[in-house]
């Protein structure tokens, strides 16, 4: 039998106990491996001859990843699961029993039941490199740390830190983690497994290193009963905010960790074993675990075949704007390739530098970047009017203007100058794909590379696929995605793509609300309290009046029988409603902040409000119901490969309820015949564009989305 853990022992005393979980790249605590541990720690307690051990990994990248996922997701027995919770307690809590002192030598990714055994540990040294991260990510797949995890991180960190781990299922850098006492010492990665080792042998000769803590002011606040209490309160009124009630596990784990400390350790553990008993077979918990796994499977994969993706060492982007500079500034920044920014003007060229510069800077100051090597990355992005230096560029990403005339010429204009392999990616939110390559001499190599806005923040690209498109060019865009840390997508060219298509759905919807006599609140509200980050009216205005019916245009064009609006959408527009960049739009702005409603909006377009006491939940039923139809037809229409790729994209790119699982999986849980009534009852109240498809029939008779679409 093939063995995940490895233990030496020299002379001297001093244990080393390697993780190595057999074929797979990254270590984590599967029921054969808790086993194999625990048989260790029984024979580690009996041996006189360690003075010291080292818990270290052989994987490259990762200390240890947690626990299984995989058995949490299956779990559907609240006994098995507090059981799970208490097994692992157990077998930490004898490791931390252990007669020596013990080391945690995180020198990767260190998660969950890593950093939940790291805290067992006397000692936890770290690495210095830049990718490490540990943390309890628990909470963000429905549950709380359960193998000690609440109890023991505030013993180590205090209890401020440690909330601000647990509740939002943070994790931190090497450097956050030593500044708050996670971490006993920081160590250069090029020297660690030295320094480790030294450490090591200052105990064994005698030396007792003193653990670090918590800072004197957080002591003095968390000692006091009156402090504590202050603290807590102030954790669950954010945690309230930032879930808005949707999400049960952090205010578990806040009741947990008030236990811990009010009545001990036991007494904590046994709340966290109570808590994951009820939260790891929880609805929410299966969909944010389903959502886990469809981003653990976007971030490798899904090439297409018949073509090797460009080796990308230079690139260029053509439009210094809004996303212009946001993308070069990512360039620049995650693959520290030399970029070539090119406008048609200077002013526009200087604004895509200044905010780049503003984007490296918030870096610096947030500690995530020291200062000369943010300058380093901003001097890699170089500007100009024309287009010197793109005949060695790899990748060309172009951010221009939305207009089709102008794109198809430039397009024809950069095949001519850039090298043969070079991969044309365009950024359009709307225009074909087809038709922007129509006059590019081979036009396999023309792509898009539909970004969010904001470039920096949103984690989603769309890699649009033409008629023509070779994979090739789609494999270079589903690369240098990941590299950028984004989640790329392939879906098919088609008016809207994905996001923006089924977006257009409930939006219209949202509309013809709001023309019936509902109030923009109450519309807005319906949709944040279904779990939406913002209701439509408000993200209209983050949109951009402007573009949202520019894009309703291009929409009810291509879906005249499903798709329309109220005729008075130009009306905003014409007003100077342009939205939050106009600070007038559906909502009233001051400084800079949306406040409320504006109730001229109801004048300017001829509306008398005369719904009064409307219900939420069917408003919300009739803003999703048209998004599932369309849903139907976007796979049918191949435009995307799979249910769980539809959900993973409506999730990343318009904030979707992640603890609904995703817009195919809620649908699959509620039933299609259930919606398909609704449906019904809507289309006999409203008309015909609620109707069922007969794509969505057909996803009703399989089963379900995951049935019909599976990955
Ligand atoms: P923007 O108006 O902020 O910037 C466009 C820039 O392109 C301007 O600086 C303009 O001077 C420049 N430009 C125009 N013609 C040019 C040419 N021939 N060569 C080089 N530069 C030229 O526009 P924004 O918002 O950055 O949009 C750019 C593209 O990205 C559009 O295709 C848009 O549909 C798409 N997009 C926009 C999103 C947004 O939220 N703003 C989101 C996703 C995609």
Redo the contacts with the bound molecule.
Sequence with gaps: MSTAFHLEVTESGLATLIFDLPGKSANVFTLEAMEELSEIVDELSGRSDILCAILASAKKRIFIAGADVNAIAEVTDPAEAEQGSRRGQELFDRWEALPFPTIAAVRGACMGGGTEISLSCTYILISDRDDIRIGLPETKLGIVPGWGGCTKLPRKVGLMAALDIILAGKAVRSRKAFKIGLADALIPDASFPREVKKFADGIIAGKKPKARSSSLRAKLLEKNPLGRKIVFKQARKQVLKTTRGHYSAPLRALEVVKTALAHGHEAGLEAEARAIGELAVSPTAKNLIHLFHMMEAAKSGGFIEGGEPVEVNSAAV???????GGIAQILADKLSLPVRM????YD?LA??VQHAASLFRKQVKRRWLERPEAERRLALIRTSLDYSGFEKVDLVIE????KLE??QK?FAEIASIVPDHCVLA??????SIDLIAQDTPNPERVVGM????PVDRMPLVEVVVGNKTSPAAINTIIEVSRKLGKTPIVVKSGPGFLVNRLLAFTLAEAMWMLDEGHRMEDIDRAASRWGMPMGPCALTDE??LD?AVHVSHIMSEAYPERLTYPGWMDKMVEDGRLGAKAQKGFYLYRKGHRTQPDPAVYNLLGITRKIDSPNPDRMSERLMLPMVNEAARCLEEEIVRSAADLDLALILGTGFPPFRGGLCRWADAQGGNKLALEMEQWTAKLGDRFLPGNAYRRVIEAGGFYELFPS
């Design positions: 053509l439009g210094a704007g809004v996303m212009g090119k406008d048609i003007g526009a604004k895509g951010a221009i203007v939305e102008v794109k430039v365009s950024n359009t939110s709307s225009l539909h970004f969010f806005n949109v951009g573009t």
